[in-house]
């Protein structure tokens, strides 16, 4: 199956967290990456990814700024960002469409997603020049530095195990990523498998990983775990402890800036706002599980 390749701007901090801090979600407003080609400077990228927001990390004579380039994610969390479905702060129109200096192009936006595997960090510089920084691998590998300038020690962070795709492999559940055009599956474990288990190597994320035939794989699902926490839509991120009460990382859905800054949620990105909940103050938390026709335990 084809993809688009989706083109995010990242900002420096985020740039340094995919590659010290092992992250791996993306959200915000991005464009197809085959309708900006022509997009070579650190002014245009500015403009067409409308970086002029208050509050922006970014600066329009910035020498170089980083972008994000990936596959479009299975399932329904790229929008077309038009009002009145969004609303939000300037540069942004609700038009459907950001421009720059000699073009113009669709816009959308991104609910937070684990990064499809195969994405690609790179740096764009003021002369025009593009440089491949790093490579997010898959979900168990996490990112591999190319580029020396971004060489740093990752933190062994594991992958959320409430965000993206999960595989039963064995009668044992794990993370997991489809690669290969679609004929393997990467496997991610946090803790060591069962000595009788081969096949499994510890990464720099500090997770086991292995790689099994797609075919070997008997249930295979996308999991989104949503609630609402003071009226608004949430995606979950990630779960922690804080002593015996559990934590949510969230991610906020409904694509109003209004309603987000009236809840003081904190803005990462244009259109990006996150918060952190207790369990006990979230409501209708629900579990879903996304399966698709043709792969394991799709039923078809």
Request: charged fraction near 25%; charge should be negative.
């Amino acid at each position: 199956m084809t993809r688009t390749i989706l083109q995010k701007a990242v900002s420096p901090a985020q740039s340094s967290s995919y590659l010290a801090n092992s992250a791996d979600t993306v959200a915000g407003y991005l464009l197809r990456a085959a309708d900006v080609v022509g997009v070579r400077t650190p002014e245009q990228l500015f403009d067409a990814h409308g970086l002029g927001f208050s509050g922006s990390p970014w600066q329009r004579n910035s020498e170089t700024i980083d972008v994000v380039r990936f596959q479009s994610p299975v399932g329904n969390y790229l929008h077309d960002a038009l009002a009145p479905e969004f609303v939000d702060r300037e540069p942004f129109t609700g038009t459907g469409f950001t421009s720059w200096d000699g073009g113009q192009a669709p816009l959308f936006y991104l609910d937070e997603v684990r990064l499809p595997a195969g994405a690609e960090l790179w740096r764009i510089g003021r002369n025009g020049s593009e440089d491949l920084l790093a490579v997010y691998v898959d979900v168990a590998r996490g990112w591999a530095v190319v580029a020396d300038e971004a060489r740093v020690e990752p933190k062994p962070v594991p992958p959320s195990s409430v965000l993206g795709w999960r595989a039963t492999w064995r009668g044992a559940e794990f993370v997991a990523d489809v690669v290969d055009d679609g004929n393997t599956a990467v496997l991610a474990s946090a803790g060591e498998p069962p000595a009788d288990v081969s096949g499994f190597e510890k990464t720099p994320r500090g997770v086991w990983r292995a790689k099994v035939p797609l075919a070997d794989v008997t249930d295979l699902y996308e999991l989104n775990v949503s609630c609402t926490f003071n009226g608004l839509p949430f995606r979950v991120l990630d779960t922690a402890m804080d002593g015996d009460r559990r934590l949510f990382r969230l991610s906020y859905t409904g694509h109003n800036a209004d309603f987000a800054e009236g809840l003081q949620l904190d803005k990462t990105d244009a259109g990006v706002y996150r918060t952190i909940a207790a369990e006990d103050d979230v409501q209708d938390l629900q579990f879903v599980q996304n399966r698709l026709a043709g792969l394991p335990g799709s039923g078809r």
